[in-house]
């Protein structure tokens, strides 16, 4: 007579799996933003634009992979809560990194013409789409494997990925910058998009021993005649449009990464590498401070938590741009690090406890990825396009793009107030509190019994 093993939670090895994935999917943002503000604007665009419409354009390449995301979550979202968040995890794994390198090799406008930008937004296209399930299938997988008084500590590795994907692909970039225009132009620039792939190997060599949590296998044990995003988008709408306006905060940090570079190289003229310094440090807080912001969550809230950090990114945005002007480099170290090292870090720890507790475990992924890749659609569309466009054609003024910055954030903390605080329940808890009797009675009629 042989038993099956009893699953037990591996909190680690999920957070680090976790956090491999996010370094990946941010390493491809930075990389690509940085190449955005930089170079992309010169080598897949027509020489006689001006300036800022080239990085206009740029930009919407950019945001080009962020408009598709929710068609990519509708799709992903489901299929991490039907045959395991651990599946959409190497799925979306693999999307990404090929895609990356594959930028990396395209041919430039001066080479093919007007097929180059062409291309360019077919492979942000494919590469939004899997990034869409990335994040909501490893932070659910991290949470349900996290001990129930660390949660918001253990998910808090997914999101520090942002902070080292940044860090990695900034510090990446900084030495071929400073190289002579031509070589960038060349080569370059491509080495970043090819070095994707270490990233790959090391994140599947990770993540191909992950089991799926107890929780989820608890749940699929039980037969449901009831597709998961119907269920999610049936009894959890509020949820994900609640979501969906908390997670415009990204447009802060899409701002910082992308447009403040070519607002500050393009439009002041200040020097290239020294400006790539500012997110490398950002970043370096950032990786060591957004897990102690992940307790901070456990102990008083994410909710309190996630406020602290939206508010506070929005204000300091604003003097962030202005030191920009003044090419004062004290100033736009100290306040660019306070920005998004400190308070946008902030709000980056709580957010994937307090957006994933808003569902139970059985549509945890497709609500967590409809409500989030919407409402990093719209940052990711209106962050780095609409700053750029508010500042001129010169890349001049800091005024608009600041106060849409500010803007973001405040609708943000509002629709995170309208939530519950969930640190006090467990996981099992959750499912009984985020579900109304209609939705039980629903699921229950909808079970399919054993023959």
């Known amino acids: 007579m042989t038993t099956s093993a009893t699953p037990r939670k591996t909190p680690a090895k999920a957070a680090i799996a976790s956090w491999v994935g996010t370094t990946l999917e941010y390493y491809d943002f930075a990389v690509y933003g940085t190449a955005s503000a930089l170079v992309l604007n010169q080598l897949f665009f027509p020489e006689e634009l001006p300036d800022g419409v080239a990085v206009l354009l740029s930009m919407a390449t950019l945001a080009v992979g962020y408009v598709v995301r929710p068609l990519g979550a509708f799709i992903l979202g489901p299929l991490g809560d039907r045959?395991?968040?651990?599946?959409?995890?190497?799925?979306?794994?693999?999307?990404?990194?090929?895609?990356?390198?594959?930028?990396?090799?395209?041919?430039?406008?001066?080479?093919?013409?007007?097929?180059?930008?062409?291309?360019?937004?077919?492979?942000?296209?494919?590469?939004?789409?899997?990034?869409?399930?990335?994040?909501?299938?490893?932070?659910?997988?991290?949470?349900?494997?996290?001990?129930?008084?660390r949660r918001a500590f253990t998910t808090s590795f997914t999101t520090s990925g942002s902070a080292s994907g940044g860090l990695l692909a900034t510090a990446v970039f900084i030495p071929f910058a400073s190289l002579p225009q031509e070589q960038l132009l060349t080569w370059g620039w491509r080495v970043p998009f090819w070095l994707s792939a270490v990233v790959v190997v090391v994140a599947y060599i990770?993540?191909?021993?992950?089991?799926?949590?107890?929780?989820?296998?608890?749940?699929?044990?039980?037969?449901?005649?009831?597709?998961?995003?119907?269920?999610?988008t049936r009894f959890h709408w509020v949820a994900i449009l609640r979501i969906a306006a908390c997670a415009l905060i990204a447009g802060v940090s899409y701002l910082f990464a992308t447009f403040s570079v070519a607002?500050?190289?393009?439009?002041?003229?200040?020097?290239?590498?020294?400006?790539?310094?500012?997110?490398?440090?950002?970043?370096?807080?950032?990786?060591?401070?957004?897990?102690?912001?992940?307790?901070?969550?456990?102990?008083?809230?994410?909710?309190?938590?996630?406020l602290i950090g939206a508010?506070?990114?929005?204000?300091?945005?604003?003097?962030?741009?202005?030191?920009?002007?003044?090419?004062?480099?004290?100033?736009?170290?100290?306040?660019?690090?306070?920005?998004?090292?400190?308070?946008?870090?902030?709000?980056?720890?709580?957010?994937?406890?307090?957006?994933?507790?808003?569902?139970?475990?059985?549509?945890?992924?497709?609500?967590?990825?409809?409500?989030?890749?919407?409402?990093?659609?719209?940052?990711?569309?209106?962050?780095?396009?609409?700053?750029?466009?508010?500042s001129g054609s010169d890349l001049t003024g800091w005024v608009g793009p600041g106060l849409l910055a500010l803007g973001l954030t405040l609708v943000s903390a509002v629709a995170a107030a309208t939530a519950k605080e969930t640190r006090d329940y467990t996981v099992d808890e959750l499912d009984d509190l985020q579900q109304s009797e209609h939705e039980k009675a629903a699921v229950t009629a909808a079970i399919v019994l054993p023959r």
């Open 206 to 232: 990770i993540r191909r021993t992950l089991e799926e949590p107890p929780a989820f296998l608890e749940t699929q044990a039980i037969k449901v005649q009831m597709a998961p995003i119907a269920q999610a």
């Open 83 to 149: 045959f395991g968040r651990k599946f959409v995890m190497m799925l979306t794994l693999f999307g990404i990194g090929v895609c990356t390198f594959i930028i990396g090799c395209l041919p430039t406008y001066e080479q093919i013409g007007v097929l180059a930008p062409v291309l360019l937004v077919v492979i942000r296209v494919i590469q939004g789409l899997s990034v869409s399930g990335e994040q909501a299938s490893a932070i659910t997988m991290s949470l349900e494997h996290a001990p129930e008084r």
């Open 311 to 390: 508010i506070g990114a929005g204000v300091t945005t604003l003097p962030y741009l202005w030191a920009i002007t003044t090419g004062d480099w004290v100033l736009i170290f100290t306040l660019g690090i306070l920005c998004n090292g400190l308070f946008y870090s902030t709000a980056n720890a709580a957010w994937p406890s307090f957006f994933a507790e808003m569902f139970p475990n059985r549509v945890r992924v497709s609500g967590l990825a409809v409500g989030t890749q919407i409402g990093f659609a719209i940052a990711g569309a209106i962050g780095p396009v609409a700053s750029t466009a508010l």
């Open 263 to 306: 607002f500050a190289t393009t439009g002041y003229g200040l020097d290239r590498p020294t400006m790539l310094w500012v997110p490398v440090l950002a970043s370096l807080l950032a990786l060591a401070y957004t897990p102690v912001a992940g307790l901070l969550a456990d102990r008083i809230g994410r909710k309190t938590v996630f």
